[in-house]
């Protein structure tokens, strides 16, 4: 059974660096049927696309995270990471990590439980 | 950028009523629709993709129609647990993104 496991520290202080990593059970991530990402969600608010990556390191990231967002794969680990630069307080939110459906435009078919990240 | 729209913003239903769920995109999407349900204090889970396939093990009372613009979300004899918020997700072409969310009380 496929299972998502967010881990990374749950307070990261204004304009430094949040680092979450997702480790993956049941699934092979260099699978490539699917890709890896990440949605986020803020207190209160609907959910956000930050960005995704495949089985050979093809990386995608929102517009509106402009350039502060970095991906990567650990294949011998079965994990992958988010790395975003420069944070600020609208970054704070539940971080999900998803396995998602043949292109870096499908649909997540799995979540994460999510991790709280606070940027203060 | 195409731009997802989900109404009602609220539905409030008791169970065992029928709950039908709106959403529309500001350009042709085809049928690359997915939705989602978020529980409270959870995280959400693939209902529906490609408009109306539902996914491995979601119960047959949720169904998805539509295709273009204009998509429904139906889900019929509501149980307790079916209460939450519904989101729409574009599927058609990168960066995806999600509608503002329904929420079913």
């Known amino acids: 059974q496929l299972q998502l496991q967010e881990s990374g520290p749950g307070l990261v202080r204004s304009s430094g660096t949040l680092s979450v990593t997702c480790t993956v059970s049941?699934?092979?991530?260099?699978?490539?049927?699917?890709?890896w990402g990440w949605v986020r969600q803020s207190a209160g608010k609907g959910l956000e696309y930050i960005g995704s990556?495949?089985?050979?390191?093809?990386?995608y990231y929102s517009p509106s995270l402009k350039t502060r967002g970095s991906l990567s794969i650990d294949r011998p680990m079965n994990e992958f990471s988010l790395r975003m630069i420069s944070v600020t307080a609208t970054d704070t939110g539940i971080y999900y990590c998803?396995?998602?459906?043949?292109?870096?435009?499908?649909?997540?078919?799995?979540w994460g439980q999510g991790i709280l990240v606070t940027v203060s | 950028e195409i731009v997802l729209t989900q109404s009602p913003a609220t539905l409030s239903l008791s169970p065992g009523e029928s709950a039908t769920l709106s959403c529309r995109a500001s350009?042709?999407?085809?049928?690359?629709l997915a939705w989602y349900q978020q529980r409270p204090g959870q995280a959400p889970r693939l209902l529906i993709s490609?408009?109306?396939n539902r996914a491995a093990g979601i119960p047959a009372r949720f169904s998805g129609s539509g295709s273009q613009t204009d998509f429904t979300l139906t889900i019929s004899d509501l149980e307790s647990e079916d209460f939450g918020i519904y989101y729409c997700?574009?599927?058609?072409?990168?960066?995806?993104?999600f509608g503002g969310g329904t929420r079913v009380e």
């Open positions: 997700q574009r599927c058609d072409s990168w960066p995806p993104a």
């Open positions: 490609d408009a109306s």
């Open positions: 990556i495949s089985f050979n390191g093809n990386d």
């Open positions: 350009h042709n999407i085809h049928n690359y």
């Open positions: 998803v396995r998602q459906s043949g292109t870096s435009a499908g649909d997540f078919d799995s």
């Open positions: 049941g699934d092979s991530i260099i699978s490539r049927s699917h890709y």
